[in-house]
């Protein structure tokens, strides 16, 4: 069974940080990129960033450019979003999700997801 399981939500004050991981089994995690992804109730999902398995290229949505980074620990097939200088604003239901398709954050090109992890964030 393919299996992404996003874990490390929780509350965070603004300012804060938070890392996310995303444990992934059930397929061939080198041939696949990750893709990390929020959605708060009532707006659409938004892609936040993603990472190449293969050559680790990178991508960031300006959201979240310089205040969060991806990393892939490929002798776990897992996938870590680090999350520095929280605000508000990142308050969401975080999801993580693989792709073989051309790496980006186009959300139809990825073919499974994680269940999400909450994160909260106090002011």
């Known amino acids: 069974d393919v299996q992404l399981v996003e874990s490390g939500g929780g509350l965070v004050q603004t300012g804060g940080s938070l890392r996310l991981s995303c444990a992934t089994s059930g397929f061939s995690f080198d041939n696949y990129d990750i893709g990390w992804f929020r959605q708060v109730p009532g707006k659409e999902r938004e892609g936040i960033s993603c990472?190449?398995?293969?050559?680790?290229?990178?991508r960031y949505a300006e959201s979240v450019k310089g205040r969060f980074t991806i990393v892939s620990d490929n002798a776990k097939n897992t996938v870590y979003l680090q999350m520095n200088s929280v605000n508000p604003e990142d308050a969401a239901v975080y999801y993580c999700?693989?792709?073989?398709?051309?790496?980006?954050?186009?959300?139809?090109?990825?073919?499974?997801w994680g269940q999400g992890t909450q994160v909260t964030v106090s002011s």
């Open positions: 999700a693989a792709s073989r398709g051309v790496l980006g954050l186009h959300i139809p090109e990825y073919d499974f």
């Open positions: 990472i190449s398995s293969s050559d680790r290229s990178i």
